[in-house]
């Protein structure tokens, strides 16, 4: 687990390329303005990011989306 700084879309994206994060205390504009990132599939196992996702603890997404938030593949 992580304790991190608020940061907006744009600096998940770059902090943690091409990754898996665990989003929690985001903040509404659109599905979010800012949040915090608290997981990455670099420090945590997929599949515990997503029971947390299914909990509700967590929002999950690949930071290889677009502006639109779908999946660049």
């Not at 700084?5 to 898996?20: D, G, H, S």
């Not at 985001?26 to 303005?33: F, I, M």
């Not at 997981?39 to 967590?58: L, Q, S």
Request: glycine share 4%; with cysteine.
């Amino acid at each position: 687990m992580m304790e991190g700084k608020r940061m907006t879309w744009q600096e998940i994206k770059e902090a943690y390329p091409n990754q898996v994060v665990g989003l929690v205390d985001c903040l509404p504009e659109d599905a979010w303005k800012t949040a915090i990132v608290k997981y990455t599939d670099a420090n945590t196992p997929y599949n515990i990011m997503e029971e947390k996702a299914f909990d509700g603890e967590i929002f999950m997404i690949s930071t290889a989306v677009d502006e639109d938030k779908r999946l660049i593949l």
